[in-house]
C-alpha cells in the first residue's frame, strides 16, 4: 500500500542542536508517509565568526545553558545522537550556501551533505565554519568541487538565503527547528515524535482533502 504524501518545509541551520534532533525525528516520519521536505535554512548566529568562538560567548547564564544542554543529551540519547561536550560555536553561513547549492545534485548527495554536517559539527566536533573543512566534508559526500566554489561565490545562492529569510519573518518564525506540514500544521522546536507524529498525520490527512477538492472542481471554462 502507497504511503500517504506529506508536504513539509522546515526552517533549520546546521548549529543549531534542537535542528539535529528535530532531523533524526522527521526521517523517523518517512516509516509512515511519502515526505518531502523543502529545506528552507536560516542562519541563527550570523556576527558569530568562521573561526569559531566559545559557547559563553553566546550570552547564556551558566544554570541556563547547563539546563539546556542536559536537555539536548536526553533527547539526542532517544534518538540515537551521541553528542560531545558542546564547547565553541561557529558561522553556520558557508554550511548552508553550500546545502542550498547541493540541492542541485540531487536528493541523494543533498542528504549525504545534509546529514554529514550534523555529525561533523556536534558529534566530531569539527568547525563547519571552516571553508577547507567544508572542502573535505562536501569531497566525502559526492559533492563536486565546482559547486562548493559556485555555491560561495555566486549571488544566487546569498539571495534565496535571504528569500528564505522574508519567509521566515512573514511565517513569524522565530526558532529553529520550525517545520511546517501546511500553514495549519505547525511545530516550534524538537518536540517529542508523538507531537511529530500526530502534526504529520493532521497535515496529510488536510493536503490530501485539498488534492481531492481541486481535482474534483468542475472545468468553468
Known sequence: MDKPVLLATVFTDYICPFCYVGDVRLERLREYFDLKINWC???IH?????SGMP???LGYADAQWR??????????????ISFREHDFTTS?????????AAKEAGADVFYRLHRRLFTAYFTAGRNIGDAEVLRE????????????ERAWREERYEQQLQRYLVGAH?????ATPTIFFGRENRLDGALPFEAFLQA???GAAAQQAEREGVASKPDER
Do not use: I, W
Request: glycine share 6%; charged share 20%.
Open 200 to 202: 504529520a498525520r493532521a
Open 92 to 100: 553556520s553561513h558557508r554550511a548552508l550556501l553550500l546545502a542550498e
Open 137 to 148: 566534508l562536501a569531497a566525502e559526500c559526492g559533492v563536486a568541487a565546482a559547486t562548493v
Open 170 to 174: 512573514e511565517l513569524e518564525v522565530r
Open 55 to 57: 559557547v559563553q560567548e
Open 41 to 43: 535554512f536560516l542562519e
Open 67 to 80: 539546563q539546556m544542554m542536559d536537555n539536548l543529551l536526553a533527547m539526542g540519547a532517544a534518538e540515537g
Open 46 to 50: 550570523p556576527d558569530t565568526p568562521a
